[in-house]
């Protein structure tokens, strides 16, 4: 199982990134897939996680109404559209990997990716 974040970068406060997440090694709908973050000095927090189905995600307050994840089961690929960007957002962001597909929490998940660098600054 392999998991790799990719999309990070540079950008303006209010403004937008995507991340993608290409997994290899196994099914996207037998797992939960989570996005979390790491700020410097602070503990990696869940973001938004998906479980068994597409109907079944999940927002941390801090990004709900301003991010959405997704994932393209043909394609193996996990996506964490970000609009509305702030400061605050500014982090290495990772996602990962659990089964069963039942939740997704900062200790449990299975598998990781490596993080991508997302800064927020004017």
């Known amino acids: 199982v392999q998991l790799q974040a990719s999309g990070g970068g540079l950008v303006q406060p209010g403004g937008s990134l995507r991340l993608s997440c290409a997994a290899s090694g196994f099914t996207l709908e037998d797992f939960s897939l989570g996005w979390f973050r790491q700020a410097p000095g602070k503990e990696r927090e869940l973001i938004s996680c998906v479980t068994r189905s597409d109907d079944n995600t999940w927002y941390a307050d801090s990004v709900q109404g301003r991010f959405t994840i997704s994932r393209d089961t043909s394609k193996k690929m996990l996506y964490l559209q970000m609009n509305s960007l702030k400061p605050e957002d500014t982090a290495v962001y990772y996602c990962?990997?659990?089964?069963?597909?039942?939740?997704?929490?900062?200790?449990?998940?299975?598998?990781w990716g490596r993080g991508t660098l997302v800064t927020v600054s004017s």
């Open positions: 990962a990997a659990d089964y069963p597909p039942i939740g997704c929490t900062p200790d449990g998940m299975d598998y």
